[in-house]
T-cell receptor, first 112, second 113 residues
């Protein structure tokens, strides 16, 4: 099965700074790379995803970059805001699988 | 839009008691999942149902049973609750069996004394 590691486990930044969370995986067949955000007391929600035929994808202040050779992908958040404070999960998988294996999560705290 | 609805939101049980967590989705999704979330452990898959009429074990199925009642509903049963099953439980669904967006419920917080 997929072995997924996220770093760092916690990240504290000042409002306006950038934040980067890295996810490494073991299954070379993985070709779908999503990031989920979980706010306090809620279920996780997909915020951005990328497929293996694309190296980078941006959506406003959020971007994901993929390095398939090194088997890692990263979530980049620019101009962080207090509402970005949450736990972020990666879940790399092969598109033919029914299930996702989640990383252990990164708690991001953005201080005003 | 209701999305994925879980009941109950909170429950306290004594060791050995049984209970069922209910999950329903109104998005006409084929696949449904039960995860548990524990501090520092991320989200771990308990059981899933890739389509109506099928169920499969995930990473941590021991102590649980599931029923895919129909396309909308997927329940999780604890027959004899143990303190190790104290956790937050999430139900999720997605449209197909291949990779795609998972839609999660708000979670059910279970405490077993």
């Amino acid at each position: 099965g997929e072995n997924v590691e996220q770093h760092p486990s916690t990240l504290s930044v000042q409002e306006g700074d950038s934040a980067v969370i890295k996810c490494t995986y073991s299954d070379s067949a993985s070709n779908y790379f999503p990031w989920y955000k979980q706010e306090l007391g809620k279920g996780p929600q997909l915020i951005i995803d990328i497929r293996s035929n694309v190296g980078e994808k941006k959506d406003q202040r959020i971007a994901v970059t993929l390095n398939k050779t090194a088997k890692h992908f990263s979530l980049h958040i620019t101009e962080t805001q207090p509402e970005d404070s949450a736990v972020y999960f990666c879940a790399p998988t092969y598109s033919g699988y029914s299930t996702l294996t989640f990383g252990k999560g990164t708690m991001l705290l953005v201080s005003p | 839009n209701a999305g994925v609805t879980q009941t109950p939101k909170f429950q306290v049980l004594k060791t050995g008691q049984s209970m069922t967590l209910q999950c329903a989705q109104d998005m006409n999704h084929n696949s449904m999942y039960w995860y548990r979330q524990d501090p520092g452990m991320g989200l771990r898959l308990i059981y899933y149902s890739a389509s109506e009429g099928t169920t499969d074990k995930g990473e941590v199925p021991n102590g649980y049973n599931v029923s895919r009642l129909n396309k909308r509903e997927f329940s999780l049963r604890l027959e004899s609750a143990a303190p190790s099953q104290t956790s937050v439980y999430f139900c999720a669904s997605k449209t197909g069996t291949s990779a795609g967006e998972l839609f999660f419920g708000e979670g059910s917080r279970l405490t077993v004394l």
